[in-house]
């Protein structure tokens, strides 16, 4: 299984980006993304799960929306009103049993 993340880049404070992953094999029930700073442990920011629940870290409640894509067997993760605390590596992983896929990583950087 291979998970292709892309989207990332440099925006302005307030702005927007969205990321996109697409699956190799097909959709996982559990679909997440992750974000990671150096130097910091990697933070759960958005999951979606059976029936397309979502939830969502409190930093970004409001403005960050995940969505999956189930005929492009991708998932999304809509940005919004981006703050400099945002910028980070932004990884898609999708989880099933024991077992956790991830994808390469996108940079999202945000200037003040």
């Known amino acids: 299984v291979q998970l292709q993340a892309s989207g990332g880049g440099l925006v302005q404070a307030g702005g927007s980006l969205r990321l996109s992953c697409t699956v190799s094999?097909?959709?996982?029930?559990?679909m997440n993304w992750y974000r990671q700073v150096p130097g910091k442990q990697r933070e759960l920011v958005a999951t979606?799960?059976?029936?397309?629940?979502?939830q969502y870290a409190d930093s970004v409640k409001g403005r960050f929306t995940i969505a999956r894509d189930n005929a492009k067997n991708a998932i999304h993760l809509q940005m919004n009103s981006l703050k400099p605390e945002d910028t980070a590596v932004y990884y898609c992983?999708?989880?099933?049993?024991?077992?956790?896929?991830w994808g390469q990583g996108t940079l999202v950087t945000v200037s003040s």
């Open positions: 992983n999708a989880h099933s049993g024991n077992v956790d896929f």
């Open positions: 094999r097909g959709m996982f029930s559990i």
């Open positions: 979606i799960s059976g029936g397309d629940s979502t």
